[in-house]
Nanobody, 121 residues
Framework: QVQLVESGGGLVQPGGSLRLSCAASGSIFSINAMGWYRQAPGKQRELVAGISSGGSTNYADSVKGRFTISRDNAKNTVTLQMNSLKPEDTAVYYC???????????????WGQGTLVTVSS
């Protein structure tokens, strides 16, 4: 019904940059909030950054000043620009959308399949 597809992960050296993108597809009228989570090996999934439909953003303390989240409501996409990457940013990054209004009704939440980001020299 609703699919989230991420792209942009990969291997980058410490201090480098990556840009993650996520596109939501389906008969979508609107999405309340979108965000990025990450899960490192042996750790719980954690919120990295979120953005409301109105553009309000929030970030994990560990990424403030380095990551920037943005979205295009018309295209149902969300992007995470990651700069000054550190080895501790290595994780699988998941796109998330909540409060999705579709032609078939409201979908409470949807997740992407995840994209691996590896920060290593």
């Amino acid at each position: 019904q609703v699919q989230l597809v991420e792209s942009g992960g990969g291997l980058v050296q410490p201090g480098g940059s990556l840009r993650l993108s996520c596109a939501a597809s389906g008969s979508i009228f609107s999405i309340n909030a979108m965000g990025w989570y990450r899960q490192a090996p042996g750790k719980q999934r954690e919120l990295v950054a979120g953005i409301s439909s109105g553009g309000s953003t929030n970030y994990a303390d560990s990424v403030k000043g380095r990551f920037t989240i943005s979205r295009d409501n018309a295209k149902n996409t969300v992007t995470l620009q990651m700069n000054s990457l550190k080895p501790e940013d290595t994780a699988v990054y998941y796109c998330n959308a909540v409060g999705i209004v579709t032609a078939q009704g409201i979908v409470s939440a949807a997740w992407g399949q995840g994209t691996l980001v590896t920060v290593s020299s």
